[in-house]
């Protein structure tokens, strides 16, 4: 396992690797690594020959007022994970060698347009182009590779698949399903944020799911009806504030009326300052 910071020794290792026939996965990240990173990287070490595992948290993702300062930073821990789970290396730039003029002086940003405005950023509207931005930049780095990506922020996913089908990346985007605590909370990063209150009372965004996937098992297909169920399971906790529960398309993230098989429902809810998402299709097989 090597750490690598700078962005030319990243290319000609990764170049080297692909010149002798190799294929190349990367699994990019923010670090603060948990089991969902550890099933990534288990994913691409299954699917490529050498795995590289990049850790930046982003500024250009996050808004002022957001939690850039506090996100969790954990580098020893990250590149032991990676290193436990089969990567072959960790790229850990820092600011200035992602932004050499500083973050304020990126005047090139990729944007896709129509998907990023709507849901998460409603609330966040500049989050999908910092997104955007960094990865395009992470993947033209990486050059040819397979890049795997959660279905836990599947709107990040849909977006980023939309980035790379538009501008031809040679990049085979790979969605990987979301991992769950125990009692059913998706794993993020930000959970440490959460007080032990907020964190037993967060299992309403999967329980809310369950209810959803439940009702459209027993015929529901009505949007409202399966939106007001979720609301209910989601007030269930005192201090969930819920941004958003939205069934939609899930190529468009166009809200559908009636459900259907393969709408995905789309949860959003704060806790205190800790904004937690989660998500899921719907699937008459698992309706049965
Ligand atoms: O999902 C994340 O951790 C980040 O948004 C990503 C894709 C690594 C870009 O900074």
């Given amino acids: 396992m ?3 910071e700078t962005i030319p020794e990243l290319r000609s290792e990764l170049d080297a690797i692909r010149a002798t026939g190799r294929s ?3 699994v990019p990240t923010m670090g603060a690594l948990h089991a969902g990173h550890a099933s990534l990287v288990d994913q691409a070490v299954a699917g490529c020959d050498a795995v590289v595992v990049t850790v930046f948290v982003n500024p250009l993702q996050f808004a002022a007022g957001e939690d850039l300062g506090s996100y969790p930073r954990s580098l020893d821990s990250d590149v032991r994970l990676a290193g436990d789970h089969g990567a072959a290396l ?3 730039p820092d600011e200035a060698e992602m932004y050499p003029r500083g973050r304020e002086a990126v005047l ?3 944007r896709v347009e129509g998907l990023s405005n709507r849901w ?3 609330s966040r509207p500049t989050h999908f182009a910092g997104v955007c931005t960094v990865v395009a930049k992470l993947l033209h780095i990486v050059g040819p590779c397979r890049a795997f990506f959660g279905e836990k922020d599947f709107q990040q ?3 980023i698949r939309a980035m790379v089908a538009d501008l031809s990346f040679p990049v085979e985007v790979v969605g990987c399903p979301t991992i769950r605590e125990p009692d059913g909370l998706a794993m993020s990063s930000r959970n440490v944020h959460l007080s032990a209150s907020h964190r037993a009372q967060a299992t309403v965004l999967s329980q809310a799911l369950v209810a959803v996937a439940g009702a459209y098992a027993t015929g529901e297909r009505d949007v409202s009806e399966l939106v007001r169920i979720a609301m209910e399971r989601i007030a269930a906790a005192p201090d ?3 941004d958003y529960v939205a069934i939609v398309d899930p190529t468009t993230l166009d809200p559908v009326t009636m459900a259907q098989d393969d709408s995905r429902v789309l949860v959003a809810v704060r806790f205190g300052s800790t904004r937690l998402l989660d998500n899921a299709p719907i699937r008459s097989e698992d309706a049965a």
């Fill in 240 to 242: 969930a504030e819920p």
């Fill in 157 to 159: 996913l849909t977006i």
């Fill in 2 to 4: 090597r750490v690598i």
């Fill in 108 to 110: 090139t940003q990729v």
């Fill in 120 to 122: 998460e950023g409603a």
């Fill in 90 to 92: 960790v790229f850990a």
């Fill in 24 to 26: 190349v996965g990367v």
